[in-house]
C-alpha cells in the first residue's frame, strides 16, 4: 500500500522515515492491538499451571495481575531496544516485541503446581537464560547451518501442538484440576463463550481491511468478553478496585533462586527463539523494504531479544521475543518506519505502569481466553508446517522429522517414561519440545545426504 499523504514510496521503504503523527500515532497503536493478546497470555498461562491463577484455591491475584502489568510495560521497553537501539545492541527496524509462546512448554512443567513459590527459579532462568541469548548474538550468523527449515518447522510446529491442549482446556473452563473439577467444566455455555471468539476473529480478519484485521484477536476477545459479561454474567470484578490506577516495577520481586532445569531449558529454548527472530528480520525486511537484512541488523535483533528477556526476568516478566504478526502488518501497510513502533510502544509503556489494566486483563473469563489461544497458537502451528513446505520430502527427511515429532510429543504426554532419569533432565525431557529440537539438530548434522536417494 503506497499512501502520498503518509510519504513517498521511497521514504515509507525507510527505517529512518517519520511519518506526519497524525497518521503515525494510529500507525503504532495498531501495532499493539495486532498484539496486545498475545502478549498478555502467558502470564495468564503460566499462572494457571502453577496454581494462583484466578479461580484456583491458592490464587495470588495481585501477583497475578504484577505478572500481566510486567509483560505490558516490558514488550514496550524491549520494543524501544529495539527501534532505538544502543550500539550495536537493536535492529532499529520497526519490530514489535512481546511475551513469547515458544518458552511455554519450558515454563509450565516448570512452575506446575508449585504455586508462587515456583516464581524465584522461574524468574532466576529467565534472566539468565536472557544473558545467554545476549551472547548469542556474536555468532547467530555462524549457528544458521544448523537450522535449516526441517528443523526449524519442526520446532515450531511442536510449539503449537504441544500448546493445544491448553487452548481446549481454557475453552473448556481453565486448566488444571481445580478448575476441570467445577460443574460447568465443559458446559455448553463455555462453548458458546470460545466460539464465539474463534467466529469473531474470523470474520473480523478475513472481511475486513487495515485496523480492524490486524487486530482480528482482540476484536474477537472484545466480543467473547461482552458475551460472557451480557449474555451470562461470568465476569467478576470484585477485584479489580483493589488494583492501583499507577504502579512502578520492582527489582527481583520474587527473588532470586537456581534452578538448573529450568536455566538449562531457557538457555536452550532461547536458540529457538533466535531462529524466530531471525526470520522475523528478514521478514521485515524483505515485506517492507525488499531488501535482504544485514547481518548488523540481525546480530542486533538478537542481542535486543536477550537483554530485553533480562530485565524483564529481573522484573517479573516472561521472556521477551520479536512477534511474527507484526511482520505481516509491516508487509501489509508498507510502512517501514521504525519511529511508528516506537509510538507503539510508548503506548504500551504507559499503560504497563498502570496496574488497574492489568487487573481489567485479568477479568477475562478462561473460557474467552481459551477461544482466542486456539486461535494463536493453531497459527503458531500452521507456521510450522508453512516453514516445512520448503522441506524437499526424501527419505532422509522423512526419517529425521518422524523419530524426532515421535520422541518429542511421546516424551510431553508420557512424562513418567524417563522417570530414571535425575529430576532436572527428566524435566527437560518431559517439555516434548526440547528433546525434539535436539533429536531434530543431530540426525540432521551427521545423516549424510547422500542417503536421501537410499
Known sequence: MTDSSIGTAEQLR??????????????????????????????????????????????DIPTLNYMIQMSILFAGIATLIQTIGMGPVGARLPIVQGTSFAFLPVMIPAVAGLGVSGLPGLMTGVMIGGVFHFFLGFVVGKIRFALPPLVTGLIVLMIGLLLIKVGIEYAAGGAGSFNMSKPTWGSGQNWIMAFTVIVVTLVVKFFFKGFMSAAAVLIGLIAGYLVAHFGFGVVDYSKVG???NFG??????????????IVIGMCLMAFVSTVETVG????????????????EEIAGATFADGLGTAIAGAFGALPNTSFSQNVGLIAM???????????????????????????????????VLGGGVIVMFGMVAAAGINMLSEVIWNKRNMVIFAVA???????QQVPDAMKFLPDTAKMLMSTGLLPAAIIAIVLNLILPQDAAEG
Open 14 to 59: 525507510d527505517p529512518n522515515y517519520t511519518p506526519p503523527l497524525a497518521q503515525a500515532i494510529p500507525l503504532g497503536i495498531q501495532h499493539v492491538m495486532a498484539m496486545f493478546a498475545s502478549n498478555v497470555t502467558p502470564a495468564i498461562i503460566v499462572a494457571g499451571a502453577a496454581g494462583f491463577g484466578f479461580g484456583a484455591p491458592g490464587a
Open 242 to 244: 483493589f488494583a492501583a
Open 248 to 261: 512502578v516495577p520492582m527489582p527481583f520481586k520474587f527473588g532470586f533462586e537456581i534452578n538448573w532445569a
Open 280 to 295: 522475523d528480520v528478514s521478514g521485515i525486511t524483505k515485506g517492507g523494504a525488499d531488501r535482504e537484512a544485514t547481518d
Open 333 to 367: 501497510t508498507g510502512i517501514m518506519s521504525r519511529h511508528v513502533v516506537t509510538i507503539g510502544a510508548i503506548f504500551l509503556v504507559l499503560c504497563g505502569l498502570s496496574p488497574k489494566i492489568a487487573a481489567y486483563v485479568n477479568t477475562i473469563p478462561y473460557p
Open 405 to 411: 515429532l515421535t520422541l518429542g510429543l511421546g516424551m
